[in-house]
Structures are given as structure tokens and as C-alpha cells.
Nanobody, 126 residues
Framework: QVQLVESGGGLVQAGDSLSLSCVAS????????MGWFRQAPGKEREFVAQ????????YYGDSVKGRFTISRANAKNTVYLQMNSLKPEDTAVYYC???????????????????WGQGTQVTVSS
């Protein structure tokens, strides 16, 4: 049973930075791609970022390109999301996600996610 535990959410002002962390347990972390999704009230869950199992390839949603950076520390079973230049429209619950496909480096859709974290709230005030 894979468990993902996020931390680092909070309330910040527009233009500020925030870093999220997600610690995984229950699977061989280094063999699975990891990602972040977010969901704002009344909206569908949206892809934010993904990092391949090897750490050598990353993908970003168009709305966060150039502002957010995903990284991973396989020795710590942890994936990070550094969020800079935050905007009010970044307000959402952010979910950590583990790919269901081992050693896969392609893009990650919500339907490909094998395990979700419980989510952490990020609120950006204007």
C-alpha cells in the first residue's frame, strides 16, 4: 500500500514563494514517476508538474511553467514542488501523485495515477 504525505501548504501573498514536500512509503520510490496536481473549488483536478523516476525528465502545466520547479530526492523518498511568483489563481488543494507504471518516463495523466496524497491547501491572497 503506497502512502503519500504532503506538507508545506499555507497562506501567502501574491508574488511570494512556497515549497511543498511529499514523502512516499510502501513502494520502491526510485522506480516510479511522481507528480503534483491541484484542484480549486468548483474546478476539475489539474496537472501541475511531473518528474520521471530517474529525475532526468520533467513536465509542467502551461499555467505554472517558468514559476514552479519539481524535484526529487530518491534517497529520502521525497518529491518537492518549489512555487515562485505565486498568483491568486494558484489557490487550490495540491495533491501529490505516484504513477502506477514502473520505470515509465512519459506524461502523467490523472487516470495514470496509482496513489494520491491527502492534499495540502495553498491559498494566495491578492
Amino acid at each position: 500500500q503506497v502512502q503519500l504525505v504532503e506538507s508545506g501548504g499555507g497562506l501567502v501573498q501574491a508574488g511570494d514563494s512556497l515549497s511543498l514536500s511529499c514523502v512516499a512509503s510502501g513502494h520502491t520510490f526510485s522506480t516510479y514517476s511522481m507528480g503534483w496536481f491541484r484542484q480549486a473549488p468548483g474546478k476539475e483536478r489539474e496537472f501541475v508538474a511531473q518528474i520521471a523516476w530517474s529525475g532526468g525528465r520533467t513536465y509542467y502545466g502551461d499555467s505554472v511553467k517558468g514559476r514552479f520547479t519539481i524535484s526529487r530526492a530518491n534517497a529520502k523518498n521525497t518529491v518537492y514542488l518549489q512555487m515562485n511568483s505565486l498568483k491568486p489563481e494558484d489557490t487550490a488543494v495540491y495533491y501529490c501523485a505516484a504513477d502506477s507504471r514502473k520505470y515509465y518516463s512519459g506524461t502523467l495523466a490523472a487516470s495514470d495515477v496509482g496513489s494520491w496524497g491527502q492534499g495540502t491547501q495553498v491559498t494566495v491572497s491578492s
